[in-house]
């Protein structure tokens, strides 16, 4: 198993630009989410799915967009990239965080974005 | 809502001394608690997770954190540093209510002095 892969590892943008960061997983969980990571903040949540065709926003959502299409994709959009986006970013997945058993999350290994 | 406290952003310790971070929580029922390392460059793992089963919850690498619901904490531990414990940890809840939703602490970075 890859576990959960994120690309790019690294971006540079400009002001305005827009893109798209990828994440997928190949272990068949439901539920997947993406964080910003930003100095003495810790991870917030962006948005998250609980499986394919259902997201919900986080704590975060604005000036991003997501879609689930399948299981193992969950792509995040900046629309209209900001400098206050610069961050790094963690895709996230688990099976079921409602269940104790599976609800343990595995993480990617993050994109550091930079917004000029 | 749910939220998490890690009191100290930074803590530093001897090699071979205790490490005790500290995770405090805001819940009317004892939610899902997690504990999660982040080495440099790298992204999160899971250290432990209290499941209900006991109080007393041992994970990898040597760490353990204790569930006390009369002072709101699930504080981690370690008897012994080592070198290669110095990450920075972070404290997560989830919202057993079902909102799926995970709310992570503001991280404690440990140092380890050799």
């Known amino acids: 198993n890859a576990g959960v892969t994120q690309t790019p590892k690294f971006q540079v943008l400009k002001t305005g630009q827009s893109m798209t960061l990828q994440c997928a997983q190949d272990m068949n969980h439901e539920y997947m989410s993406w964080y910003r990571q930003d100095p003495g903040m810790g991870l917030r949540l962006i948005h998250y799915?609980?499986?394919?065709?259902?997201?919900d926003q986080g704590e975060v959502p604005n000036g991003y967009n997501v879609s689930r299409s399948t299981t193992e994709d969950f792509p995040l959009r900046l629309l209209s990239a900001a400098p206050s986006q610069t961050s790094v970013y963690f895709c996230a997945s688990s099976y079921d965080p409602r269940d104790r058993g599976t609800d343990t999350q595995y993480f990617g290994p993050g994109t550091r974005l930079t917004v000029l | 809502a749910q939220s998490v406290t890690q009191l100290g952003s930074h803590v530093s310790v001897s090699e071979g001394a205790l490490v005790l971070l500290r995770c405090n929580y805001s819940?009317?029922?004892?939610?899902?608690l997690f504990w999660y390392v982040q080495y440099p460059n790298q992204g999160l793992q899971l250290l432990l997770k209290?499941?209900?089963?006991?109080?007393l919850v041992k994970g990898i690498n040597g760490f353990e954190a204790e569930f006390k619901k009369s002072e709101t904490s699930f504080h981690l531990t370690k008897p012994s540093a080592h070198m290669s414990d110095a990450a920075e940890y972070f404290c997560a809840v989830s919202e057993a209510s079902g909102t799926y939703k995970y709310i992570f602490g503001t991280g404690t970075r440990l140092k380890v002095l050799a």
């Open positions: 799915s609980v499986g394919a065709g259902i997201t």
């Open positions: 819940s009317s029922v004892p939610p899902y």
């Open positions: 209290y499941t209900s089963a006991a109080t």
